[in-house]
């Protein structure tokens, strides 16, 4: 059973930073990012395969968000640079044996973080 935990979002002003991290337990699989802002629906942002060789991301967040992982530490992360409040969002980290990007539907799902970006 995949258990993943996201932590680190919270309230930045534009053109801030966050790091968000995602500590997975039972999982070396390829895994990623999805948002969903207010009334919109959830959202790929970027996904990183197993050993972290390749990444691939939104064109929205693509230059502003790194996406990596520590293996040893089962933690996969999203640095967030130069925020914008359309980027405020619960994010989640997903994870799934057979994939990840914007067209696969994940097996697992963390709970969620809220980040908000204030004008």
């Known amino acids: 059973q995949v258990q993943l935990v996201e932590s680190g979002g919270g309230l930045v002003q534009a053109g801030g930073s966050l790091r968000l991290s995602c500590a997975a337990s039972g999982s070396s699989y390829p895994m990623g990012w999805f948002r969903q802002g207010p009334g919109n629906q959830r959202e790929f942002v970027a996904a990183i395969s197993w050993n972290g060789s390749n990444t691939y991301y939104a064109d929205s967040v693509k230059g502003r968000f790194t996406i990596s992982r520590d293996n040893a530490k089962n933690t996969v992360y999203l640095q967030m640079n130069s925020l914008k409040p359309e980027d405020t969002a619960v994010y989640y980290c997903?994870?799934?044996?057979?994939?990840?990007?914007?067209?696969?539907?994940?097996?697992?799902w963390g709970q969620g973080t809220q980040v908000t970006v204030s004008s």
């Open positions: 997903a994870a799934d044996p057979s994939g990840m990007g914007p067209f696969i539907k994940p097996r697992y």
